[in-house]
C-alpha cells in the first residue's frame, strides 16, 4: 500500500465528520499563518484552530517569498484577512543547506541551475525578522500592521515570538 492509499483509505474511514463553519471560504478570524512545511508542525493542535477559522500557508522554511505574498494577497484582498502570523521552528531542514549548495546538486542533477531562492539560513530568528519584514514592506498587502513572527521549539510545543 503506498502512502497515498494509506490516507485514502484515512480518509474514507473518517466518514462524514466535518468541524468548523464551511458556509465561507473567508476565515472567520481575520487571520493567515505561514509556516514550515515540517511534518512536525501539527497547525491546528498548535494553535487551537478549527476548521474555517484561518488560511494555512506552508512553504520550505515558513519564509516569506513571492509565491507567499501572492496567497497572502488574494487572501487579505479577496477574502478578508487582516493579520498575518509567521511561524518557523527550531531544527529546520532549512538551516542544514547553502542556497548556492543545493543550487549547484540540482544544476549537477538536472544540467539546470533553478532561478529561485531557497532560502537557507543559521538563525532562525534572523529568519522570521526577514520574513516579516518582507511581508510589512509589500505594497500588495493592504494590511501590514499586524504581522508578527514565532519560533516554534519542536521539542516543546512552545511558541516564542521574536521582536
Request: proline share 3%; glycine share 8%; with cysteine.
Amino acid at each position: 500500500m503506498t502512502a497515498i492509499d494509506l490516507l485514502l483509505q484515512r480518509n474514507a474511514e473518517l466518514g462524514d465528520v466535518v468541524t468548523g463553519d464551511r458556509s465561507s471560504p473567508r476565515p472567520s478570524q481575520h487571520v493567515a499563518i505561514l509556516t514550515c512545511m515540517d511534518a512536525r508542525i501539527r497547525v491546528f493542535q498548535l494553535l487551537g484552530l478549527i476548521e474555517g477559522e484561518s488560511h494555512i500557508l506552508r512553504n520550505a522554511g515558513g519564509v516569506v517569498t513571492d509565491d507567499t505574498i501572492r496567497s497572502l494577497s488574494l487572501s487579505q484582498r479577496k477574502l478578508g484577512t487582516r493579520e498575518i502570523m509567521i511561524i518557523q521552528h527550531t531544527e529546520c531542514g532549512l538551516s542544514s543547506v547553502t542556497d548556492d549548495g543545493y543550487k549547484d546538486e540540482l544544476e549537477a542533477d538536472t544540467g539546470l541551475r533553478p532561478t529561485w531562492a531557497v532560502e537557507a539560513f543559521r538563525e532562525v530568528e534572523a529568519s522570521v525578522r526577514t520574513s516579516v519584514q518582507r511581508a510589512k514592506q509589500s505594497p500588495f498587502l493592504p494590511h501590514r500592521d499586524l504581522v508578527r513572527g514565532f519560533v516554534y521549539d519542536v521539542h516543546t510545543g512552545r511558541l516564542s515570538e521574536v521582536e
